[in-house]
């Protein structure tokens, strides 16, 4: 996306907005080379960062609750970052904050600088504590660091809560605070061990009360992917005894109930399986933690989806046999199965793929999945084409077409199966596939167009009507039927006309009625009829006085 055209790649509307944002971008500052910091003011006051690579906009963010792809701050910053670099400076380019700051940093005495320290720390008690968990090691304290980050956590945890339980709003707020404790662990010069063990702590205090916050904009989860990335910068840096018990650690985390319940068990799912790629040991450590939650899964879907998890885990470790192993165990798996399936047809063994197939299909029926049977029959046409089995072909596309409400693509794929002079007895009997009722006359009435069978379609539209449907049928197919039957048809919809409103009343009633007037009226020499038809209601129902005042505001006075 470049900065010069990067409109084309948001959405219409949200750049729209971020047009109207552009007067509130305040301290829009290149902090660093290419990189961008902004304040926008809208519900609350969002920070806005922007990564520019020449004109290429490479990365950015937004500490708003948006959760597209660009909200409107970020357009409306685009903006304003485009038109101060389009403007050239008449003055020396003023130094940037951080070059302030580094110049500042150079000139300032040292007991200057002490002072302002102590008294901003002396002013806010949290920044003291970041402060000197930040430099835990130049200031020891008899209490563990991870009892310290708890308290932060838990002071946190209340400090949001109204009766227990932290709001949208103040969620937002609360993990902003929390992040800035990750941030301070992750400057700290704390161990890799404390840091593993700080990381256990927060992550846990999340899951306590996981229950008790709105995360409608997953803020909880974004906390455990900062938690996630801090477990794996120490990973390495730890022993090789240590890099163990943390793996059995985060497994059993990824299982643990109090994660799962909230959507935050997937954390680590790739993390264990980078962690074990390099080691058989961490990967039978692993399969064999998800064979025991497949065998006790409470349901068929929990056990499936565990199941997919391990072939999936296999195919990245390249354990092909093993893969084959579990598909052949579980081929109820439709997923399982079809590796099979497609195996065979590889191989040009298209009596064993069948053979796969009506196994897979009878399980389906057992099951009383129609997506899977579908599914295997749509395979069943595969094979069939493959071998240009012209009887296969056609039987599989009829029950594809059955299946799916008489569609007009397996309709469409049955007919080219056909000679021109095999295909009239055929269509006549497909037709006749679709149900008597008249609930299915929309589905008869599709295959009638597409065989521009005009008369045959206008002998079911003109049929008595059915509330909801024949009206909604005739108008879709009048003006095609209006060529051919142009009397017929505007005499026919003109009676469904007057027949819906001498037995319905209300509002909703009316607008149905002069929009099919307005339908009426668009027929050829249609207008005439729909005056007079509105001329004969008002003077017929002259008590619906809503009716009237409808009628004469769409279609003026008679």
């Not at 219409?12 to 944002?21: L, P």
């Not at 038109?83 to 380019?93: D, E, G, I």
């Not at 990335?229 to 022993?239: G, I, N, R, S, V």
């Not at 399980?363 to 296969?392: C, F, H, M, V």
Request: charged share 25%.
């Amino acid at each position: 996306m470049n900065l010069d055209n990067f409109e084309q790649h948001i959405d219409a509307v949200i750049m729209q907005r971020g047009k109207g944002y552009t007067q509130y971008v305040h301290n829009l500052e290149e902090t660093e080379p290419e990189f961008w910091q902004a304040e926008v003011n809208g519900t609350r006051t969002y920070d806005v960062e922007i990564q520019l690579d020449g004109k290429e906009i490479s990365e950015w963010s937004c500490t708003c609750p948006y959760d597209g792809d660009i909200c409107k701050h970020v357009a409306a910053s685009l903006l304003n970052i485009r038109q101060q670099l389009r403007v050239k400076p008449t003055s020396p380019a003023q130094p940037t904050k951080r070059q302030q700051l580094d110049q500042l940093l150079n000139t300032l005495k040292r007991e200057d600088l002490e002072a302002y320290i102590r008294q901003l720390l002396h002013d806010d008690r949290k920044l003291l504590d970041k402060f000197l968990l930040r430099f835990q090691t130049v200031t020891p304290t008899t209490e563990a660091p991870t009892k310290q980050y708890q308290q932060l956590f838990d002071k946190l945890a209340r400090q949001y809560s109204s009766y227990d339980y932290i709001d949208e709003d103040d969620a937002s707020a609360f993990a902003d605070e929390v992040q800035e404790l990750l941030d301070t662990l992750s400057a700290s010069n704390l161990s890799s061990a404390a840091k593993v063990e700080i990381c256990f702590t927060i992550a846990q205090g999340i899951a306590g009360i996981a229950n008790d916050v709105d995360d409608s904009n997953g803020e909880l989860n974004s906390l455990m992917y900062s938690i996630k990335d801090e477990l794996a910068t120490a990973y390495p840096q730890l022993p090789t005894s240590e890099q163990a018990t943390l793996f059995k650690r985060v497994l059993a985390t990824q299982f643990d109930s109090r994660y799962s319940e909230y959507g935050l068990e997937d954390t680590f799912t790739e993390l264990l399986k980078e962690w074990a790629q390099h080691s058989q040991t961490d990967q039978n450590t692993y399969l064999q933690v998800l064979d025991k939650h497949v065998q006790s899964s409470p349901n068929d879907w929990r056990r499936d989806a565990l199941l997919r998890q391990k072939m999936a885990l296999l195919k990245t470790w390249n354990r092909l046999d093993d893969m084959e192993a579990v598909a052949t165990t579980h081929m109820e798996i439709p997923d399982f199965r079809d590796t099979f399936i497609q195996k065979a047809i590889d191989a040009k063994d298209y009596d064993k793929a069948r053979s796969l197939l009506q196994d897979g299909i009878r399980l389906a029926e057992q099951q009383k999945n129609a997506g899977t049977i579908s599914r295997w029959r749509k395979r069943l046409l595969e094979i069939a084409y493959l071998q240009n089995d012209i009887p296969a072909i056609r039987t599989e596309l009829e029950h594809l077409y059955q299946t799916s409400h008489y569609s007009l693509e397996h309709y469409r794929e049955l007919k080219a199966t056909y000679p021109a002079e095999e295909w009239v007895n055929a269509r006549q009997r497909l037709y006749g596939l679709i149900p008597i009722p008249r609930g299915y006359d929309s589905a008869r009435a599709m295959l009638l167009q597409e065989e521009n069978d005009i008369p045959a379609l206008y002998e079911l539209i003109k049929q008595p009507t059915i509330p909801g449907q024949s009206a909604s049928l005739f108008k879709r197919y009048a003006p095609l039927l209006a060529t051919a039957f142009p009397h017929e048809v505007k005499a026919t919809y003109a009676s469904q006309i007057c027949d819906y409103l001498r037995d319905n009343t209300g509002r909703a009633v009316y607008e149905r009625v002069i929009d099919e007037l307005n339908v009426l009226a668009k027929m050829p020499d249609g207008a005439n009829m729909a005056h007079n038809l509105v001329k004969d209601f008002c003077n017929r129902y002259k008590s619906r006085k809503a009716m009237v005042e409808m009628l004469i505001a769409a279609f003026g006075k008679s």
